[in-house]
Each structure stands twice: as structure tokens, then as C-alpha cells.
């Protein structure tokens, strides 16, 4: 019986007259297959060669692949010399790898009379199917992947993706050469990319004609879409965004961002869908030469190093206009961002006090001309100084008297009351306020009245034209009623 792949650090010795047996044939065979493979494992990568395109369309139950060849881990050549008939898809996994791995079995059985055994090895590539989803399964030994197959009850959803399939390749070791192309398969050799090299800078090239895309340069420059980058730094010029995935987070729920220059503008976008248009996606940050564009919110956590504000301030931000100042706005209250927020502040004066503020009860401050002030523990607007509407008549269309007012008032009562709860105001039991009803106002004059979270809010300035107007009826009929009463006198003289 013959024995394989023994001594195979010894090569056949032929010479004349030498008597040869079965054993000296199978030794001679398997040293050579030996030093092949012993190359093509040292020598070389695993992947495909040529050829081995899986075949099959949407709605398939099998799939087939074209001739070709590959090299595998253990430096096994796989040949294919014909089109596989058809590969049937199994019904379980949603998604699968094909693989292919190297067989060999003993055929054509020997016919010579006394004579048992087969006197051919045919190496037949083995088909393997490794399921990726639901179950995952781990790879076969010593296979190369062709393709990936979208399944459903054991069809095919799509065509095979036979993108990702590795091509065998060459382990270099320290190699001196002036240029590198690298082939594609269904695609022209003019379209073929390039990297050369030239005054120790490096230059990638891709297209067709072959186009610079990007170098890097002798003192470490890279330059991304420009042949002349900056010293020193990396340069990247035109309409090339970057883009930044997330290692902890998949694109499809926001885990990919772009860094672009758009409109005189450094823009950041943030995709919310499994895709990587950002068409459709406002820019959420965006910085400009003199300006900042924010979408969304603003999340502040630390105070800076140089504010020397009191340290219960839990935010800081300082804005400078274009002569020069300065206004602080800062969130100040011990429990940190994390807890209540005591008050809020814009700007101070000399004196200290806030040309702003907004307290944890509501209450709002506008003291444009500063000056000491004091916060009522209540929930109301405080405006020290003049609070202006804008009256001018350029302001106003289809200007037209108001009419008589004061029927239509007798039906709104003027109260005095104690406020209760409500939504963002507190309690205050301690001092009467005076005022209208505003349901009672809305049915004299609705336009005076508006609705905001299911609270009514009268708009005073325009009840204040409702009052003089009414005045000014009064006025018109004492003014008639004196003289009358005139000219009752005139008649008694």
C-alpha cells in the first residue's frame, strides 16, 4: 500500500536501471505538491484568482458559479474549470456566506485483470454555506469567500453581493519600486488606480485619465483634492466631506457624521437614517467666520478656566459684538445642571445687578438702565424702565376708527381677586390683585384675548384702546350734557 506525504525533505534520485514501485511515484508527486503549496501559503494571501462569480436572481432557489480558480489558506489551488450546476439555497437562514474549499477524491477505478484501486485523484472544489443570520455560524477551515446571499424561505431576495470576496494577493517584504497599479476587474486599464512616487512624496491616482486624488508629502503634508496643500498640515480642498463613524453605535440610528465645507462654512450633519445621504439633513453645527449656526440644543458642561464668577454658577457663555463688548450669560444655582436651576442672568452693570433675570419662580427682571433692584417672591415681569410697543403707522394697514366701546365694556366687570395655582405660578394667598376675566372680556371683544396651553391671556395694550375709546364717548357725552345745561340757564336768566 502506498503511503503520502512521507520525507518530503527528500527529492527522487532517478538513474538507469532503476526498479520503480508505486511508493517512488507517490513521494516525487507529493514532494512537489509540497513546495507548491509550501509557496503559495508563504508566498502569497488566500482569495480568488479569477473568475468564481455567484449567479442568481431575486426569487431564485439555487445559484450557480462561473469557472475560475482560487487559493486558500493551507495553499491549496482550487480550479473550476465549468459553471456549477445549480446550488440549492437552504430555508432557515435570512442570510448566508458561500464559500468555497478545496476536495479530492480517488476516481477511475482501475480495470487491468488482479488489479484493485483507482488511478486517478480528481480535485473537485467543495460549496459551503455559512449562515450569518439568524444563527450565526462560525466559517469553514480553509475556505475562500465568494458571496453573501439575502434569503427567504430558502429564495433569494436580491442578486449575490460578490463585493466582499478577498482577491489572492502577493506578501511582499521591503520592496523598491517607482509606481504600483492596481488592477480591477470591469474596469478599463486607463481606469485602473495608481500610486507613484516621486521626490519622497507619494501620489495616489484614480479615474480615467488617471487623476492625483491625494499625497503626502516628504515633511508629512497630506494634501486631499489639491496638488499644491499647505506645509505642515493636512490640506483638503473641493467637494469632499468627511466622514465619521461611530464604533459603539450603527449608521442607521445616527452613528455616522460628515465635517464639510458648505456656504463659507465648516458644517457637521448627523444622519438619522441607515443611509449615508446627508441630502435631506440640516447641518447641525455649522461654524462660520464670525458666527456659530446651532440646530437643536446646546449642551454646556463645564464652566470655563478663566470665569471668575461665583462658583454656584453652572453655566457660561460670553457673546462679543462687534465693537468690542462683552454680555455674560450664566445659569447660576448650587445644585449644578443636574439639579433646579435657581436663576438666570444676562449682562450686569457697573453694580453688579443683571440687565436680565429670570428667577426659579417665574419671576422675569428687564432693567436695561441697571440700578439695584428687588425679586418679589411671586411669579411676575418686572420692567424697570419704559416698555415700548411699536405704534408707528408705517406699522399698521387698513387703519380704521374703533367704534363705540363703552356698551360693550358694561358686560366686563372689574375684580379684585386672589391669584390660585396654575400652571407656572405659585401660590399667593398673601396680597388681592386687580383685574379682568378674561372669559368675560372675550365675549365683548375676542380679539383681546388668546389661549395658551388652556390659559386665557388678555392683551392689555389693545384693552387700553378699548377704555379710551369708552373715555372718550363719556367725554362727548358730558361735554354735550354741560351744554344743555347751559343753555337750560340761558333760558331761567
Known amino acids: 500500500m502506498v503511503s503520502r506525504n512521507q520525507r518530503l525533505d527528500r527529492r527522487m534520485n532517478w538513474f538507469d536501471r532503476q526498479f520503480?514501485?508505486?511508493?517512488?511515484?507517490?513521494?516525487?508527486?507529493?514532494?512537489?505538491?509540497d513546495r507548491r503549496r509550501r509557496h503559495l501559503r508563504q508566498m502569497h494571501t488566500s482569495g480568488i484568482t479569477e473568475g468564481l462569480v455567484v449567479n442568481g436572481d431575486a426569487g431564485d432557489s439555487a445559484v450557480t458559479v462561473d469557472a475560475g480558480g482560487a487559493v486558500d489558506d493551507l495553499g491549496n489551488e482550487i480550479v473550476l474549470l465549468a459553471r456549477t450546476a445549480d446550488i440549492v439555497l437552504p430555508t432557515g437562514p435570512t442570510s448566508a456566506r458561500l464559500w468555497v474549499q478545496f476536495a479530492e477524491v480517488e476516481?477511475?477505478?482501475a480495470t487491468d485483470p488482479g488489479v484493485t484501486g483507482f488511478t486517478r485523484v480528481t480535485e473537485v472544489p467543495r460549496f459551503v454555506l455559512q449562515e450569518i443570520a439568524p444563527n450565526p455560524a462560525p466559517p469553514p477551515t480553509a475556505g475562500v469567500p465568494l458571496a453573501v446571499l439575502s434569503l427567504d424561505q430558502g429564495t433569494l431576495t436580491d442578486r449575490p453581493d460578490n463585493t466582499d470576496?478577498?482577491?489572492?494577493?502577493?506578501?511582499?517584504?521591503?520592496a523598491s519600486v517607482d509606481g504600483l497599479v492596481l488592477e480591477s476587474d470591469g474596469v478599463p486599464a486607463a481606469g485602473w488606480a495608481r500610486m507613484s512616487s516621486g521626490e519622497g512624496t507619494v501620489r495616489f491616482l484614480t479615474g480615467e485619465p488617471a487623476t492625483e486624488r491625494m499625497?503626502?508629502?516628504v515633511d508629512g503634508t497630506v494634501a486631499i483634492g489639491t496638488t499644491q496643500p499647505f506645509p505642515g498640515v493636512v490640506t483638503v480642498a473641493g467637494d469632499i466631506p468627511l466622514s465619521?463613524?461611530?464604533v459603539t453605535q450603527p449608521p442607521d440610528i445616527g452613528g455616522l457624521w460628515r465635517l464639510s465645507l458648505e456656504q463659507n462654512g465648516l458644517a457637521f450633519q448627523n444622519n438619522t437614517a441607515p443611509t449615508a445621504d446627508f441630502s435631506e439633513i440640516q447641518a447641525t453645527l455649522t461654524l462660520r467666520p464670525r458666527a456659530v449656526d446651532v440646530?437643536?440644543?446646546?449642551?454646556?458642561?463645564?464652566?470655563?478656566?478663566?470665569?471668575?464668577?461665583p462658583a454656584d454658577t453652572s453655566m457660561s457663555l460670553v457673546t462679543r459684538g462687534s465693537n468690542g463688548g462683552e454680555i455674560t450669560w450664566r445659569v447660576l444655582g448650587s445644585a449644578g445642571l443636574t439639579g433646579n436651576l435657581s436663576t438666570f442672568d444676562v449682562g450686569t452693570d457697573q453694580a453688579g445687578v443683571p440687565f436680565l433675570r429670570i428667577t426659579e419662580d417665574g419671576t422675569t427682571i428687564l432693567n436695561p438702565s441697571g440700578g439695584n433692584t428687588i425679586v418679589p417672591a411671586i411669579s411676575t415681569l418686572i420692567v424697570l424702565g419704559n416698555l415700548d410697543k411699536g405704534c408707528d403707522e408705517s406699522?399698521?394697514?387698513?387703519?380704521?376708527?374703533?367704534?363705540?366701546?363703552?356698551?360693550?365694556?358694561?358686560?366686563?366687570?372689574?375684580?379684585?381677586?386672589?391669584?390660585?395655582?396654575?400652571?407656572?405660578?405659585?401660590?399667593?394667598?398673601?396680597?388681592?390683585?386687580?383685574g379682568v376675566v378674561a372669559q368675560e372680556l372675550e365675549q365683548a371683544f375676542p380679539e383681546l384675548v388668546s389661549e395658551y396651553d388652556g390659559i386665557k391671556t388678555v392683551d392689555f395694550s389693545g384693552l387700553c384702546a378699548v377704555l379710551?375709546?369708552?373715555?372718550?364717548?363719556?367725554?362727548?357725552?358730558?361735554?354735550?350734557?354741560?351744554?344743555?345745561v347751559a343753555a337750560l340757564e340761558n333760558q331761567d336768566d
Do not use: C, M, W
Request: hydrophobic share 30%.
Open 295 to 309: 440646530d437643536g440644543g446646546v449642551t454646556i458642561r463645564n464652566v470655563p478656566p478663566d470665569d471668575v464668577t
Open 244 to 246: 465619521l463613524s461611530s
Open 395 to 434: 406699522l399698521k394697514d387698513d387703519i380704521r376708527p374703533l367704534g363705540p366701546t363703552s356698551e360693550q365694556l358694561q358686560a366686563v366687570r372689574a375684580v379684585r381677586f386672589r391669584p390660585r395655582p396654575g400652571p407656572g405660578l405659585p401660590a399667593e394667598t398673601d396680597r388681592e390683585r386687580y
Open 468 to 484: 379710551l375709546e369708552a373715555v372718550n364717548e363719556l367725554r362727548a357725552e358730558v361735554t354735550g350734557l354741560r351744554d344743555r
Open 107 to 109: 476516481t477511475d477505478e
Open 215 to 217: 499625497r503626502i508629502g
Open 165 to 174: 470576496r478577498p482577491r489572492a494577493g502577493t506578501v511582499l517584504g521591503e
Open 20 to 33: 520503480l514501485r508505486a511508493q517512488d511515484f507517490a513521494d516525487e508527486q507529493d514532494y512537489h505538491l
